[in-house]
């Protein structure tokens, strides 16, 4: 019996549309068709229980009723579950009383209109699926710009055609005052998604006060890196918003860089918005202060709690209650002339205020308060205490999470590494219990390069002072034979890897070494080489040349020459003869060569 053909066109054109258009997994509709051909064969047989198989064999699909064989004298017979052993033998020889015989349905006896209920069901299937699919991919977006076309503009609402399903804009979502047409492109930020009976819906949003706030973070790089943080803001859509920015760097001003160069990045954002107002101040932990911030342009004179005498429904319980939420009422003390400017129109200022700091707010002027007999300077000065202790205890919490924080990421890290191997086998640990194991040194792997370094240098230092005694045997040796000899060193101190260093200066010339054998080998020479006779003959030799010239220019009288007698004459000539033979004139060491540019010169 031949089964179902899936090759029809229609049935091909269906499917691919189902997956491009309608983003619908075609297993999900095979296996929903499946399912909706039992539950119609189950309604034509009227046997909710009966089992039906339905298969897919080459582009073919095929059902079988499937039936539990029975002993044939059964009291509890029933067609529709069970069949006979006898007729079962018949389909499988080799069958047994509670095996399942199938037998193949012919479509042919199911009616259309059991046909039709199957392509109900088969649709009703498909928008559950559309529906859960949509739900799941919006559900995590909630808060996220999104951009869309307007596809259909009602009185009430607007369908934005946004990826892969329809969002609707309500009237109450919308800027007041912005004119909208088919076809056109807008940004919107996906305020809800729901899911009910009629299908998944994803409402959009223009007016959302976080709207603004993502057109902020599109368009401001710190608060996207996150070094600026917008801590709350405030919107009435269409009039006025109201944002307050802290700035987690010193170096980077929070209302700076919200702002931009020449106010570029407020004024993208203002006309995406339609030139509405956008206010933004600095964050401050100081409820006063930021309440001071958020009234402006009013200015504030003063700002405490607020009592009975301020309010009569205030009572001590109402009191109690708001101070355990951290939310009691405030009262702002303004000049008489600028009420008006701290309400705002239709009383818009205040009305952001409240919103932006979650506080209420009761704007008073300074006759008001005064009329009500109440020492202003006495209340600020409590409240100020009171918000002091209000921010240490803050401050004082944050800290001990932070502890805790590190408490905990310090006991996971202790657990990580005991459970590490620690590198030793048992051999080894058995020897260092025994003493075997004279020490075990552990080194931090962040001292590892400082302990590395100073090995490096101590070693060095031990091969230099090692070195020393035998480089200066070897000079002495070099000097006692006069040869350049450089002295080998047998045994080499141990190759150590040296870390680079920074280029040497140059080194400046040492004085000649004189070695032990020239000073025991000649002690006279000794003694010149240390005497600096050469520079004294040099002045010598100029001072006789200087009186022999003296004595050239001068004249003398003969009567003035003196008179010697023969045996003088002897004792002179001797005298001389023996000074010119130990004169240093005589003396072969000296080059007198070496003076004639010398002499020349002079």
Same mark, same amino acid.
């Given at each position: ?318 009191? /109690? ?48 308060? /005064? ?7 006495? /209340? ?23 502890? /805790? ?198």
């Amino acid at each position: 019996m031949s089964g179902i053909s899936l090759k029809n066109k229609n049935f091909i054109d269906g499917m691919r549309l189902f997956e491009e258009d309608r983003k619908v997994d075609p297993e999900f509709i095979i296996e929903t068709l499946k399912e909706a051909i039992a539950k119609t064969y189950q309604k034509h047989i009227d046997a909710p229980e009966a089992m039906v198989r339905v298969t897919i064999e080459k582009n073919e699909m095929h059902v079988y009723h499937q039936l539990i064989v029975v002993d044939d004298e059964t009291e509890t017979f029933d067609e529709t579950l069970d069949i006979l052993y006898s007729e079962a033998v018949k389909i499988n020889p080799d069958c047994k009383v509670g095996d399942i015989i199938e037998e193949e349905v012919d479509f042919k006896e199911i009616g259309r209109t059991s046909i039709n209920v199957a392509k109900q069901m088969l649709k009703q299937r498909i928008k559950e699926y559309e529906k859960q699919r949509v739900y799941d991919e919006y559900k995590d977006k909630e808060f996220d710009l999104i951009s869309g076309i307007i596809k259909t503009i009602e009185e009430k609402f607007i369908l934005v055609d946004i990826k892969n399903t329809i969002g609707i804009l309500l009237k109450s979502e919308q800027i007041p005052g912005e004119q909208y047409r088919e076809g056109q492109s807008i940004r919107c930020i996906i305020k809800e998604v729901s899911k009910n009976s009629k299908g998944s819906q994803v409402v959009l949003s223009r007016a959302d006060a976080m709207f603004v706030k993502r057109l902020f973070e599109k368009e401001v790089p710190e608060i996207a890196q996150g070094l600026v943080e917008i801590k709350a803001i405030a919107r009435d859509a269409g009039e006025r918003t109201k944002m307050a920015v802290y700035s987690k760097n010193d170096d980077v001003d929070a209302i700076g860089a919200c702002i931009g160069p020449r106010g570029t990045r407020v004024q993208a954002v203002i006309g995406e918005i339609k030139g509405e107002k956008v206010d933004v101040f600095e964050w401050n932990d100081d409820i006063g202060e930021l309440v001071k911030n958020a009234l402006a342009p009013a200015e504030v004179k003063a700002c405490f709690y607020a009592n009975e005498l301020t309010d009569p429904d205030l009572t001590p319980e109402a009191i /109690e209650e708001a101070e355990k939420y951290n939310k009691r009422p405030l009262v702002v003390v303004v000049d008489d002339d600028k009420l008006s400017v701290a309400i705002g129109k239709r009383g818009k200022n205040a009305k952001l205020a409240v919103k932006l700091t979650n506080r209420k707010i009761d704007i008073k002027t300074k006759t008001e308060i /005064e009329e009500l007999g109440i020492d202003v300077d006495n /209340e600020v000065m409590n409240f100020r205490a009171d918000q002091v202790r209000i921010i240490k205890e803050r401050e004082q919490k944050k800290f001990l999470e932070l502890q /805790e924080e590190a408490a905990r990421r310090k006991a996971e890290f202790e657990e990580e590494l005991a459970a590490q191997d620690t590198g030793f086998d048992e051999t080894t640990i058995e020897e260092m219990d025994e003493g075997k194991v004279e020490e075990v040194v552990s080194i931090p792997t962040e001292n590892l390069a400082e302990a590395s370094a100073k090995n490096v240098q101590e070693t060095a230092q031990e091969t230099a002072d090692v070195s020393k005694p035998v480089k200066e045997e070897a000079e002495e040796v070099k000097e006692e034979i006069k040869e350049e000899v450089r002295p080998e060193v047998k045994e080499e101190p141990a190759v150590v890897e040296k870390p680079k260093k920074a280029p040497r200066k140059p080194l400046t010339p040492k004085a000649e070494y004189k070695s032990k054998f020239e000073d025991f080998a000649d002690a006279s020479k000794k003694e010149e080489s240390h005497a600096p006779t050469k520079r004294r003959r040099k002045k010598d030799d100029e001072d006789r040349r200087v009186r022999a010239e003296d004595l050239e220019k001068k004249e003398y009288d003969e009567n003035f020459k003196p008179v010697y007698s023969e045996e003088e004459l002897e004792e002179i000539e001797a005298m001389e003869a023996m000074e010119e033979e130990n004169s240093w004139i005589n003396d072969d060491d000296i080059d007198f060569d070496e003076y004639e540019d010398y002499y020349e010169e002079n």
